[in-house]
């Protein structure tokens, strides 16, 4: 029971020494400088919700449906000159 007591006494004298002393260097790096952060508060994010590889795949997904949907609509067009294709997924008023 006492080796038991000495270790929690040893490990919360251990944890309070982390917390007050951290680990602070000598002077102050540019990562750590309050300029630096408060230049860049969300260094991750490129948008207000986004990270740049979550905008980047946005940004993919939408320019490869974008080109399906316009060969498709070329297809529409250049085929059925005198009425709307039938066979869209979507229903067409004709």
């Known amino acids: 029971m006492k080796n038991r007591r000495c270790l929690f006494v040893a490990s919360m004298l251990g944890s309070a020494a982390v917390l007050l002393g951290g680990c602070a260097s000598g002077g102050s790096t540019k990562s750590t400088d309050v300029r630096h952060i ?18 980047n795949n946005s940004l993919a997904i939408m320019s490869n449906q974008h080109f399906r949907l316009l060969h498709e609509d070329l297809g ?18 004709h």
Do not use: C, F, I, K
């Open 76 to 93: 529409r067009t250049l085929m059925y000159l005198d009425r709307p294709s039938r066979l869209t997924p979507a229903p067409v008023a």
């Open 38 to 55: 408060r230049s860049n508060l969300t260094p991750g994010l490129s948008t207000s919700a986004q990270r740049h590889t979550e905008v």
